[in-house]
């Protein structure tokens, strides 16, 4: 009786250790690393928007016709410093290349205000004594818009980090106005017009491509638009004192930043 228990006891633990061998050796599940993100192709076209703020500077000075002995009074002049928000599009196309450089054509419009004038009073000629009686000529600039086409040419930094240089053409619509006046004498010359100027366009930034399609940007450009006028303005009742008012070439700094969506 006691074999046969022995005999069935051990039946069972022989049949019973290949199962346990089994689960023993049974491999553990393989580990699988996350899928690598491929590295950004910036070659192809994009579209975007831009935002900042830009400061504009022009020079602007008055002076009494036929002359200022004439007139009685001394020429006056100042800067006009304005400074606005600004808002835009751009649009373009890169091409990568020997693999680390990129470089491309852009072409963008930005409207803005930067809006800066200066008042100077009439002094006696020859002499720095204000005239009085509210004796002054205000004048003012303001540029609304500015466009450009550029060539883009850049270095990455790390695959997803653009470096740019950039610059070309530049276009943009400058206005002036000006008021020359003695209340006392009821003199009174003024003026107010537009006039889209040309230029040149140079700058830099720092482009990050966030996913394939999607990058941001950071960049800084400088204007230099010829929008030099000189405006010869008669005064009602003072047909031989016309005031002449002239306006200096307009420079635009631009701080900015940009999304972009590349196809």
């Known amino acids: 009786m006691y074999k046969r228990m022995l005999v069935m006891a051990a039946a069972a633990t022989f049949a019973g250790t290949p199962v346990f061998a089994a689960d023993m050796s049974a491999a553990p599940p393989m580990y699988k690393a996350p899928p690598m993100i491929a590295a950004p192709n910036w070659t192809g076209f994009y579209i975007g928007g831009d935002i900042g703020g830009a400061w504009s500077h022009s020079d602007s000075s ?11 009074v001394d020429p006056t002049g100042g800067s006009n ?27 963008d419009w930005t409207w803005t205000h930067t809006h800066g004038s200066n008042t100077q009073p009439w002094t006696a ?17 303001t540029a609304d818009w500015l466009a450009s086409v550029r060539g883009r040419f850049g270095f990455l930094i790390t695959p997803n980090v653009l470096a740019y240089a950039t610059g070309g053409a530049a276009w943009g619509r400058v206005h002036d106005s000006a008021t020359a006046a003695d209340p006392g004498l009821g003199y009174l010359a003024a003026t107010s017009f537009g006039t889209t100027a040309d230029g040149w366009v140079v ?4 482009e990050w491509a966030m996913t394939r399609n999607w990058s941001v940007r950071g960049e800084y450009l400088y204007y230099r638009l010829y929008s030099a006028q000189t ?12 005031s002449s008012f002239s306006w200096g070439d307009t420079n635009v700094n631009v701080m900015r930043a940009g999304l972009s969506y590349k196809f």
């Open 81 to 107: 410093d304005g400074s606005g928000f600004l808002g835009g599009v751009h649009v373009g196309y890169d091409y990568q290349f020997a693999p680390a450089w990129v470089m491309g054509l852009e072409g």
């Open 62 to 72: 008055w002076f009494a016709l036929p002359s200022a002995a004439t007139f009685g």
């Open 125 to 141: 000629f020859g002499t720095t004594v204000p005239i009085g009686g509210g004796a002054a000529t205000t004048m003012s600039s």
């Open 231 to 242: 405006a010869i303005v008669p005064a009602a009742g003072f047909a031989a004192n016309p």
């Open 203 to 206: 700058g830099g930034g720092l």
